[in-house]
């Protein structure tokens, strides 16, 4: 009997699906062109760290970019940084910071490639003035399977540049990108926390915010007089001159698996009560170092060992400002009447500047996002009712971090993805668009 290909088994930050595939490290001497046809399915991988399985493909090959790692050019006039797509934020920060340059977007880790960073068009806590990474990236080249290399950029090829942002990437492989670095002349954030209880006064001070950046760390824990309590952090990059080296090493590991019951909800309310007492003043101002204010959970190494080996899914989504207040305290009830509970819960107002890519995730309103545990029997049920809910207010959810919409949702939160499958290379896939497509079936 022919005996049955046994693939090594992949998951993502969330380790939730686990699928089998194979692991492909790109080498550009030998993998240009693409094999075509290929042996199995494709889809690039960068770090892995987006949440459910927009980066995996059950029995495909992952065509894994860290190893296209160069620095290849950069303008210290414009700020404009060419680098392969296998690069980090984190390896950008290390050459720039000391060079007076900063990321223009980034999201809550820099352990992401710019590979990743592009095809899922990530945002950051400053969406409301600078919009998504998109918006920064001058051009890219995408390689297709049938051997064809396209250099994409706003004005030159502009629907294979709008397709690639934010296109999970299934419309080829980038290999290289030019983004645009901002100016800084310190690793210093002027901060400012207050202190919040209610989605009234969270909206009042999003409204009201003047800064660059701007997050809210919200208590999906909290009942009665506590509901929706938190604190809404500014920042601004300083003005005063002050230093720039480069970051040191994270030494912190999170060592083992926690076993589930060690995240329990007494575990997590004490949690999010310590988090809120942390800030004694209703109002605190502090010069901090951008490591802190940008990458809290980048200090420990492998932090989402916590969740044990069930993992945990995420849920992020956005609802427009019409409804959204009724919509998030909804959302906010359902969550702490599940038992379930979240640590990592941020609520943030995205801006009004249209995404760069088709299938970005931004829309202007109000946007929340939250980890729970897996727990058999109630995070699904959990996950699928604030699907829902999102879906009745106009929302969408962001496919970086799902790992549960069903199609039909999918569908209805991103109905130009009809128009977006034209621009898919035949030969590329992915476990999230087999479900989405409603091609693989929701497990449980
Ligand atoms: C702690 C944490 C905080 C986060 N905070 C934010 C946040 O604030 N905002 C936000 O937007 N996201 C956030 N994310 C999600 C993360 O930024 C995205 O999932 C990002 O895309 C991950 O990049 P990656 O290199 O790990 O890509 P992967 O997860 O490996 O892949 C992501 C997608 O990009 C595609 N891809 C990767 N490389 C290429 C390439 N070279 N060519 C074509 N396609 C490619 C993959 O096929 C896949 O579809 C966070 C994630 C973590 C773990």
């Not at 003043?281 to 916590?306: C, G, I």
């Not at 009809?418 to 898919?424: G, H, N, V």
């Not at 035949?426 to 668009?433: E, L, N, T, Y």
Request: proline share 7%; glycine share 10%.
């Amino acid at each position: 009997m022919p005996r049955s290909k046994t693939r090594p088994r992949f998951e993502s930050w969330g380790r939730y699906p686990t699928l089998q595939a194979d692991l492909r490290p790109l080498n550009w001497a030998t993998d240009f062109p693409l094999p075509n046809p290929p042996a199995t399915r494709l889809l690039p991988v960068g770090a892995g760290r987006s949440y459910g399985d927009v980066c995996l493909l059950e029995n495909g090959t992952l065509l894994h970019t860290r190893g296209m790692d160069r620095l290849l050019a950069f303008d210290s006039e414009t700020g404009i940084l060419r680098c392969e797509a296998g690069v980090t934020l984190a390896e950008i920060l290390d050459f720039a910071v000391p060079r007076g340059f900063f990321l223009p977007v980034t999201p809550g880790t820099k352990y992401v490639t710019v590979g990743g960073a592009i095809a899922n068009d990530i945002h950051g806590k400053n969406h409301h003035v600078a919009g998504t990474f998109g918006h920064h990236v001058q051009c890219f080249e995408l390689v297709r399977s049938d051997g064809a290399r396209i250099l994409c950029s706003p004005a030159h090829n502009a629907e294979w540049f709008s397709a690639t942002v934010g296109g999970m990437g299934l419309t080829g492989l980038i290999t290289w990108a030019e983004v645009k670095l901002r100016p800084i002349v310190s690793r210093g954030i002027d901060y400012n926390g207050e202190k919040f209880v209610g989605i009234d006064e969270f909206l009042a001070l999003s409204r009201k915010a003047s800064a660059e950046y701007t997050v809210a760390w919200i208590d999906c824990v909290a009942t009665g007089k506590n509901f929706a309590r938190g604190i809404f952090m500014q920042g601004e990059h300083s003005k005063e001159p002050g230093p720039l080296k480069k970051s040191p090493e994270p030494w912190l590991i999170f060592p083992i698996d926690l076993p589930a019951f060690a995240l329990n909800h007494f575990s997590m309310a004490a949690f999010n009560t310590a988090y809120y007492h942390k800030q004694l003043p209703k109002v605190k101002t502090a010069k901090v170092d951008y490591e802190p204010f940008f990458y809290p959970l980048d200090s420990v190494l492998h932090w989402n060992r916590m969740y044990g080996k069930n993992g945990f899914l995420q849920f992020q989504n956005v609802l427009p400002h019409e409804g959204g207040r009724e919509g998030m305290i909804e959302i906010l009830r359902a969550i702490t009447r599940s038992g379930l509970a979240s640590f990592l819960a941020v609520i943030k107002f995205f801006g009004d500047m249209p995404s760069a890519g088709m299938m970005s995730f931004p829309k202007p309103g109000i946007m929340l996002a939250l980890d729970f545990p897996i727990r058999p029997g109630v995070s699904f049920d959990l996950l699928d009712r604030l699907a829902q809910i999102t879906l009745e207010y106009g929302g969408r959810m962001y496919s970086a971090k799902d790992a549960r919409m069903t199609a039909q949702q999918y569908q209805a939160f991103y109905p130009q993805w009809r128009e977006f499958e034209r621009y898919i290379d035949p030969a590329f896939d992915s476990a999230f668009w087999q479900r989405v497509t409603g091609r693989r079936p929701l497990d449980e």
